[in-house]
């Protein structure tokens, strides 16, 4: 009843400034926050660098298989082998996407764990292997392993002493998965739903603050040092009501379809596979190599590398669409994934996405809706890979630029996903993360780690 005073109330009132005066200028504070801002920014510098690197080395590749066509059926088997030995020497538990690895560390509570996941070694490992793979002719990109650098960056801060009271560790590795992902793509609201949907799957009030300040200070960075773009640069492809109505159902169950194969016939492989992996690595990744080379050569060279510029091309109508290409860009980054090298599915699966819908159109007979239909089909197919679908239609809408489509990439995000349901009980990335948690619990005996997918 006292509390309901006018004189207490001022007193509550007074001691509320006070405390938030002294935590705003308590030095401690302010030393986390400096602490935390740079390794932001770090994450923003690195992922540009990365970006840089990965476009230059995939440019060369190119340049090199369309003048020796023949040469990849040398380099990339001998490529694969060389990444594959690198990752088991030296760095252990950089290969693949590296998403999973991130969510396997959030859903364990095991700092000794999480240290081997994610630390600067396995920066340095990451970004070095995933550049010897495109250089070498791998279908991979550079936006998930991103995700898996901006983790190690920040959850590496846990040790500095400042930070350490605070007991941020799961959410220095969120806001640091969702930072690499919004300076990766230039899509800060891409880098926060990520995180919500894919990592934590959740919102905590906790986190909320950390990881926003981290993907602008990234994103920011990005910016700084690349300007502000788009990715796939600026696009109006936009549809009528008649076209959408056949755009959208289309694009939705042939990306929900296409990934969801996609997404069962990796996990299958990656479980038939798993003897080889472990007895014959490198006779497993240099068999990876031919296939990819010879689906290489069959493509005209299209299949290798990160797909960013047949699907540029695709969207800006610069590229004849033919159903060739997603079948050689879908077999290529399967075989890509299954020699256990470092390397990410975004960007390869935006490609294979912007194919399936520009066939579709071609098929369909609209040159007018040519660049709709791939930047659905893309929505579509990356959706249906990773069932993710709020993550996929922020991602291409903010990729692109492109707000008239904005409608038609939810229902066609959210259409692709219920189709892929039908093919993946559970999203691919946490099945990842489960099959990863297997075969390390085979391998190591580190107190409390996963013995099961979980």
Same mark, same amino acid.
């Given at each position: 009843?006292?509390?309901?005073?006018?004189?207490?109330?001022?007193?509550?009132?007074?001691?509320?400034?006070?405390?938030?005066?002294?935590?705003?200028?308590?030095?401690?504070?302010?030393?986390?926050?400096?602490?935390?801002?740079?390794?932001?920014?770090?994450?923003?510098?690195?992922?540009?660098?990365?970006?840089?690197?990965?476009?230059?080395?995939?440019?060369?590749?190119?340049?090199?298989?369309?003048?020796?066509?023949?040469?990849?059926?040398?380099?990339?088997?001998?490529?694969?082998?060389?990444?594959?030995?690198?990752?088991?020497?030296?760095?252990?538990?950089?290969?693949?996407?590296?998403?999973?690895?991130?969510?396997?560390?959030?859903?364990?509570?095991?700092?000794?764990?999480?240290?081997?996941?994610?630390?600067?070694?396995?920066?340095?490992?990451?970004?070095?292997?995933?550049?010897?793979?495109?250089?070498?002719?791998?279908?991979?990109?550079?936006?998930?392993?991103?995700?898996?650098?901006?983790?190690?960056?920040?959850? +590496? /801060?846990?040790? !500095?002493?400042? #930070? =350490?009271? %605070? @007991?941020?560790?799961?959410?220095?590795?969120?806001? $640091?998965?969702?930072?690499?992902?919004?300076?990766?793509?230039?899509?800060?609201?891409?880098?926060?739903?990520?995180?919500?949907?894919?990592?934590?799957?959740?919102?905590?009030?906790?986190?909320?603050?950390?990881?926003?300040?981290?993907?602008?200070?990234?994103?920011?960075?990005?910016?700084?040092?690349?300007?502000?773009?788009?990715?796939?640069?600026?696009?109006?492809?936009?549809?009528?009501?008649?076209?959408?109505?056949?755009?959208?159902?289309?694009?939705?169950?042939?990306?929900?379809?296409?990934?969801?194969?996609?997404?069962?016939?990796?996990?299958? +492989? /990656?479980?038939? !596979?798993?003897? #080889? =992996?472990? %007895? @014959?690595?490198?006779?497993?990744?240099?068999?990876? $190599?031919?296939?990819?080379?010879?689906?290489?050569?069959?493509?005209?060279?299209?299949?290798?590398?990160?797909?960013?510029?047949?699907?540029?091309?695709?969207?800006?109508?610069?590229?004849?669409?033919?159903?060739?290409?997603?079948?050689?860009?879908?077999?290529?980054?399967?075989?890509?994934?299954?020699?256990?090298?470092?390397?990410?599915?975004?960007?390869?699966?935006?490609?294979?996405?912007?194919?399936?819908?520009?066939?579709?159109?071609?098929?369909?007979?609209?040159?007018?809706?040519?660049?709709?239909?791939?930047?659905?089909?893309?929505?579509?197919?990356?959706?249906?890979?990773?069932?993710?679908?709020?993550?996929?239609?922020?991602?291409?809408?903010?990729?692109?630029?492109?707000?008239?489509?904005?409608?038609?990439?939810?229902?066609?995000?959210?259409?692709?996903?219920?189709?892929?349901?039908?093919?993946?009980?559970?999203?691919?990335?946490?099945?990842?993360?489960?099959?990863?948690?297997?075969?390390?619990?085979?391998?190591?005996?580190?107190?409390?780690?996963?013995?099961?997918?979980?």
């Amino acid at each position: 009843m006292s509390l309901l005073a006018p004189g207490n109330h001022k007193q509550v009132l007074r001691r509320q400034l006070k405390r938030a005066r002294r935590g705003f200028i308590h030095p401690r504070l302010w030393a986390v926050r400096l602490v935390f801002w740079l390794g932001a920014a770090t994450v923003g510098l690195t992922a540009v660098f990365y970006a840089v690197s990965a476009a230059r080395t995939d440019r060369l590749f190119h340049v090199f298989a369309q003048e020796y066509p023949y040469l990849p059926f040398l380099v990339t088997p001998l490529g694969f082998m060389l990444a594959n030995w690198l990752t088991r020497r030296f760095f252990p538990g950089s290969e693949g996407s590296g998403i999973p690895q991130v969510i396997w560390a959030l859903r364990e509570n095991n700092n000794a764990l999480s240290s081997k996941l994610l630390s600067i070694r396995i920066v340095i490992g990451k970004i070095a292997l995933t550049l010897l793979g495109l250089i070498t002719g791998a279908s991979i990109g550079r936006e998930g392993p991103t995700v898996h650098v901006g983790a190690s960056i920040l959850y +590496s /801060l846990h040790r !500095v002493p400042v #930070l =350490r009271i %605070h @007991r941020m560790d799961k959410a220095l590795i969120i806001a $640091g998965g969702a930072a690499g992902i919004a300076a990766a793509f230039n899509t800060p609201l891409a880098g926060i739903v990520f995180a919500i949907e894919e990592l934590s799957r959740g919102f905590e009030e906790r986190t909320s603050g950390i990881l926003i300040t981290a993907v602008l200070i990234a994103g920011l960075m990005a910016i700084v040092l690349l300007g502000n773009y788009t990715y796939f640069g600026v696009h109006h492809a936009p549809i009528d009501f008649y076209q959408g109505l056949v755009a959208v159902p289309a694009t939705g169950i042939l990306g929900g379809l296409a990934g969801g194969l996609f997404a069962s016939v990796l996990v299958m +492989s /990656l479980n038939a !596979v798993a003897p #080889l =992996r472990q %007895h @014959r690595p490198l006779a497993l990744a240099a068999a990876c $190599g031919l296939v990819v080379a010879a689906v290489g050569f069959l493509s005209g060279g299209d299949s290798y590398g990160t797909g960013y510029e047949e699907a540029k091309a695709l969207i800006g109508n610069e590229h004849p669409a033919s159903l060739v290409y997603p079948v050689t860009k879908f077999l290529a980054t399967l075989g890509s994934y299954l020699s256990g090298i470092p390397g990410g599915l975004f960007a390869p699966s935006l490609a294979t996405g912007a194919g399936l819908g520009a066939s579709f159109a071609t098929w369909w007979g609209e040159p007018s809706s040519y660049a709709a239909f791939a930047i659905l089909g893309m929505a579509g197919y990356l959706a249906g890979v990773t069932r993710a679908p709020i993550t996929s239609f922020v991602i291409v809408m903010e990729m692109t630029s492109d707000r008239s489509l904005t409608l038609a990439l939810i229902a066609t995000a959210f259409l692709a996903s219920s189709v892929s349901r039908m093919l993946n009980r559970e999203p691919l990335y946490r099945r990842l993360a489960g099959i990863a948690a297997m075969a390390y619990a085979a391998k190591t005996s580190l107190p409390g780690d996963a013995a099961s997918p979980g």
